[in-house]
């Protein structure tokens, strides 16, 4: 995302604990899904510095599966400097930690709660810390749990799905040009060449409350599930992802050819990019 120059402050911050495995001993998962993935980020042709983050977890604990699942996510840093960087970072930390801890009942209750913990984290630091006011980031996260697709999303980063030959973007970008389209103000095309088009209306840090977008969706064996930031989006339409998509199977592969692709249209941003190949649901006894 563009950034303004302004002084470098360098601060002392705290690293949030890696999240930690709470099983509980009975449960097991009644499905398991198999999946294959591949994550790639570049800087891009016209940035000094990568402000897109990336981080996963992928449990092997029985118990852990069953409630919490594996989780991949993105996040798209603004903030100029080492700002954006540091917003990143601290958030998808954060959201992983919270969204692991054994307090919520459910998916979607872990959910809101480890957005709203990176979102307290990452405020507070700009808050807190001179030449960091504005520090913030997008964030977009998909969970594969047994048979289902969780997602959480804040921002313009997007999660899209693969599924019998069609492309479908499954997150709403929140930002001045979507909220355009959405009103008939602004085509899809224009929304995509717009000047404001990096604008965004609710990133993680810009207040000191978030509400995320959280929904699920079924799983099918064959699903590919893209998260990327707009440094891909927003210069690759979506009917090059899907040719991609289509032609290259293997995920890193893919990754790769659509960073590739991103270049090849300017490179103006930073880009960010995590395939997800559902190999198989299987049923456990």
């Known amino acids: 995302m563009p950034h303004e120059s302004q002084e470098e402050i360098t601060a002392e911050l705290p690293a949030p604990p890696l999240p930690q495995e709470h099983p509980k001993p009975k449960e097991k998962p009644v499905v398991l899904a ?17 402000e897109d983050k990336f981080d996963f977890m992928e ?57 709203a913990s990176a979102n307290t984290v990452v405020h507070a630091t700009a808050s807190a810390i001179p030449g960091r006011h504005g520090m913030g980031c997008t964030l977009t996260a998909a969970v594969v749990l ?45 929304a995509r060449l717009s000047p404001f088009r990096n604008v965004i209306t609710r990133s993680i840090g810009a207040s000191n409350s978030i509400q995320p977008d959280v929904f699920s969706m079924p799983l099918q064996s064959g699903d590919l599930i893209l998260i990327c930031t707009d440094g891909l989006s927003g210069v690759v339409p979506d009917s090059e992802i899907l040719r991609i998509l289509s ?39």
């Open 146 to 190: 047994q048979d289902k697709l969780w997602v959480a999303h804040v921002g313009d980063s997007r999660a899209y799905l693969m599924r019998a030959g069609e492309l479908k973007q499954l997150t709403e970008d929140h930002s001045w040009v979507a909220e355009q389209v959405k009103r008939g103000a602004m085509t899809q095309e224009e």
């Open 34 to 50: 198999r999946v294959k993935f591949a994550a790639k980020t570049d800087l891009g042709l016209m940035r000094e510095n990568n």
């Open 59 to 115: 449990p092997e604990d029985p118990a852990l599966l069953a409630s919490r699942g594996s989780v991949y996510a993105a996040a798209d840093g603004m903030g100029g400097h080492a700002a954006g960087q540091i917003a990143a970072e601290l958030a998808l930390k954060t959201f992983l930690k919270t969204y692991y801890e054994p307090t919520a009942a459910n998916p979607e209750d872990a959910l809101v709660a480890a957005v």
């Open 247 to 285: 032609e290259e199977t293997a995920p890193s592969f893919a990754a790769a050819k659509l960073i590739e692709a991103a270049n090849s249209a300017g490179g103006p941003d930073n880009i960010t990019v995590l395939i997800l190949r559902v190999d198989s649901l299987e049923k456990q006894e």
